[in-house]
């Protein structure tokens, strides 16, 4: 009797070792689709080989120990850029930043297990499984991982498709819905691949058919336009490659302000700048006001190039009482304006989570205790375009950026950033999450990096101009985009939760008709 695959990973001594070693190799392999923009396809062989996994596993034990060793794969190279900040920048020893990146990676793989454990439980078929409840469970746990309280949807799969072909979905339904439809279809894939019975085969059939409807439809949605042209912005982004600022040094903070002042008011190849930008960290220092020497600088450029200068900088409201703000200098002759407050803060870099105050004083991380702005921020304007904010690492959360339409129809959104804590390996990624964000909203995104990145993304989330690393200014034009919202800027995640929780509950309700009784 011929033995396939399947019968030997579930009855083989090898397969002790061969299940491990395949889980972990797919989880490496999937990090690498975060990293190569051209080897996004690469998620897809790895999932396929988790869900397989999952469906032969033994037990629910088993089950579990592949998706946790696949995840923590996955996520510690993945991750693999918070050892800088943790060795380079926060002085802990070599051997305690590898640790605490490999912990942070066996947490964050708890979702994929707990994803291949409940699905080996279920009571349902195989096919069930691997075209219904691992897609849904999957989806619905990244979900949970990117929403509070746990925050940290880094690396959810959606993102390696943000330009791409999945990410057709991100419009309708977000980045967790361009997940769903990348799990199902590496879920369809392995149902279809498996050995072929004769009295099953209308169901494959079915599969078939359902993945071709899947795939037309995503490539009909991606000729779907969400918006339309509006007036154009001539920007200039100054990237002044400017070093982590630890501690603060006045003579030192002086200098760079008088880099990236410099930098702005040279001559612009092109037509007269409407904007600015200035990257995060660019001041170093916290303000009181529109009038201190920072903000005048910002002016002093605005006045020189007629261009509204936005720029970052902390804002003291008060004893204990910080912001993380953007501001806006415009050639008027009012003083430097506070528009947007940073609402979601890093844990451990921007505020301390209970118990840790310990942590965050040995790493010795400046300004870390700092007060949220509101989601969504206030409306403000550029050139009389409305425009959208977030700073750093807010690109991250969809579900918040939408809330800028409360009351305003943006017409681009601005990110500012310094990602020197960590290096150029997390470049890639950071933009991923920003071209998702674009393409979510259907809206041009600009994104200002201190030391490398600086780019242009449109709202197909393509990127049209993106900056080598090191000094240099980055003039472009931006096309603003008109139209109304997206279905996900209006509706966000809940119909894309919905549907998961339809699906979940049609698998146990088909499991609970056919139990035996």
């Known amino acids: 009797m011929r033995t396939n695959l399947r019968t030997f990973l579930t009855t083989s001594r090898a397969a002790a070792v061969l299940r491990p070693a395949l889980a972990a190799a797919a989880g490496a ?28 596993a033994a037990t629910r034990k088993e089950a579990f120990f592949t998706g946790w060793l696949w995840g923590l794969l996955f996520f510690s190279i993945g991750l693999r850029w918070c050892y800088g900040s943790l060795h380079d920048h926060g002085g802990l020893p070599a051997v ?50 990117g929403v509070e309280p746990f925050g940290f949807g880094w690396l959810s799969a959606g993102y390696a498709y943000a330009s791409d072909f999945f990410g057709a979905w991100a419009p309708v339904a977000g980045v967790y819905g361009v997940g769903f439809a990348a799990a199902l279809t590496a879920g369809f894939a392995v149902e279809l691949l498996s050995p072929q ?41 100054v990237q002044p490659d400017l070093p982590v600022m630890m501690v603060y040094d006045r003579a030192a903070a002086q ?40 903000a005048l600088l910002a002016y002093d450029a605005a006045q020189k190039t007629g261009a509204d200068v936005l720029f970052n900088a902390f804002y003291r409201e008060g004893p204990g009482r910080y912001y993380n703000g953007l501001w806006i200098a415009r050639n008027d002759n009012r003083p430097a304006q506070l528009v947007y407050r940073k609402h979601h803060l890093v844990p451990f870099g921007e505020y301390v989570p209970w118990g840790f105050r310990w942590f965050v004083d040995a790493l010795g991380i400046p300004m870390s205790d700092q007060t949220p702005g509101k989601v969504g921020g206030d409306p403000f304007a550029v050139a009389g375009v409305s425009a959208a904010a977030g700073i750093c690492y807010e690109n991250m959360f969809g579900e918040e950026l939408r809330h800028a339409w409360d009351k305003v129809n943006p017409g681009f959104i601005l990110n500012t950033a310094n990602l020197g804590w960590f290096g150029e390996s997390v470049l890639n990624q950071f933009t991923a999450m920003s071209a998702m964000r674009a393409r979510e909203t259907a809206r041009p995104l600009v994104q200002a990096v201190q030391n490398a990145g600086s780019a242009l993304i449109g709202p197909d989330g393509r990127v049209e101009r993106q900056a080598l690393s090191g000094a240099q200014n980055i003039d472009l034009t931006l096309v603003t985009a008109e139209g109304g919202p997206t279905p996900f800027v209006r509706f966000g995640h809940w119909p894309l939760a919905a549907l998961l929780a339809l699906l979940l509950a049609a698998v146990l309700g088909h499991a609970f008709l056919r139990r035996p009784r």
């Open 29 to 56: 392999l999937a990090s690498v689709a975060y990293s190569v923009s051209a080897a996004n396809w690469f998620l897809l062989v790895a999932l396929a080989v988790l869900f397989f996994l999952t469906v032969s």
């Open 96 to 145: 305690a930043a590898v640790f605490a990146v490999i912990l942070l990676g066996a947490v964050l793989g708890l979702f994929p297990a707990a994803a291949a454990a409940l699905t080996r439980a279920a009571p349902v078929s195989r096919r069930l499984k691997l075209i219904v409840l691992m897609p849904a469970l999957w989806s619905i746990l990244e979900l949970l991982r």
């Open 197 to 237: 019975q004769e009295k099953k085969a209308w169901l494959k059939t079915l599969d078939a058919i359902a993945l071709g409807a899947l795939i037309i439809g995503t490539l009909a949605l991606g000729e779907v336009s969400w918006s339309s042209r509006g007036k154009p912005l001539e920007v200039r982004l």
């Open 255 to 294: 200098q760079r302000l008088e880099r990236a002042a410099a930098m702005s008011v040279r001559a612009a190849m092109g037509s007269r700048l409407d904007l600015i930008v200035w990257p995060e960290s660019t001041v170093a220092y916290p303000l009181r006001d529109g009038l201190d020497p920072a």
